[in-house]
T-cell receptor
Framework: AQSVTQLGSHVSVSEGALVLLRCNYS??????LFWYVQYPNQGLQLLLK??????LVKGINGFEAEFKKSETSFHLTKPSAHMSDAAEYFC??????????FGTGTSLTVIP | ETGVTQSPTHLIKTRGQQVTLRCSSQ?????VSWYQQALGQGPQFIFQ???????GRGNFPPRFSGLQFPNYSSELNVNALELDDSALYLC????????????????FGPGTRLTVT
């Protein structure tokens, strides 16, 4: 079975500070991992995905994530937070049947 | 290219009633997945349809059922509504060239907010 765990349901950072959102996965096979963002009253938007081509993945809006097999992690980072980054972030793993399993989410607050 | 659309946007039902939610997939996509997102939780996989056949199901009771039509649009039906069914229901579409070949990305619609009273 595949699953992801997001550590920290709420994260607050100052505008301009580093953003770090944590995700650990559990998978018996090489995982396909994703980060999605959800703004209030909206659906999910894909930020980036890991599909084994490169361990450092760059996504939209300046976000990136590094796949670390030894730590079973896929943490999301952004060097400098912007007010518009305030949202809910979800880590997800795709099963062999193309079904996605999501973490419980991390709410990011950006303090001006 | 149109995105994933869902209707209605909001719905209020009474316990015991039945509800049908609709989803139009993105142009060119033949696979639709449905998710339930309770307040403060991540989306939970309900089921997936590929070329009008159910192709995987999460841990949801049989009163959750679905359909996919030849144009790849889809419906989610929930019978005998319970209070815990109150949630945001998300539809996601993706492209799948063959039964064992998948495209990674799923594109999500804005969701239908269901409230059961």
């Amino acid at each position: 079975a595949q699953s992801v765990t997001q550590l920290g349901s709420h994260v607050s950072v100052s505008e301009g500070a580093l953003v770090l959102l944590r995700c650990n996965y559990s998978s018996s096979v090489p995982p396909y991992l994703f980060w999605y963002v959800q703004y209030p009253n909206q659906g999910l938007q894909l930020l980036l995905k890991y599909t084994s081509a490169a361990t450092l993945v760059k996504g939209i809006n300046g976000f990136e994530a590094e796949f670390k097999k030894s730590e079973t992690s896929f943490h999301l980072t952004k060097p400098s937070a912007h007010m518009s980054d305030a949202a809910e972030y979800f880590c997800a793993v795709r099963s062999s049947g193309n079904q996605f399993y999501f973490g419980t989410g991390t709410s990011l607050t950006v303090i001006p | 290219e149109t995105g994933v659309t869902q209707s209605p946007t909001h719905l209020i039902k009474t316990r015991g009633q039945q509800v049908t939610l609709r989803c139009s997939s993105q142009s060119g996509h033949n696979t639709v997945s449905w998710y339930q997102q309770a307040l403060g939780q991540g989306p939970q996989f309900i089921f997936q349809y590929y070329r009008e056949e159910e192709n995987g199901r999460g841990n949801f009771p049989p009163r959750f059922s679905g359909l996919q039509f030849p144009n790849y649009s889809s419906e989610l039906n929930v019978n005998a509504l319970e209070l815990d069914d109150s949630a945001l229901y998300l539809c996601a579409s993706s492209s799948r060239p063959g039964p064992h070949i998948s495209r990674d990305e799923q594109y999500f619609g804005p969701g239908t907010r269901l409230t059961v009273t």
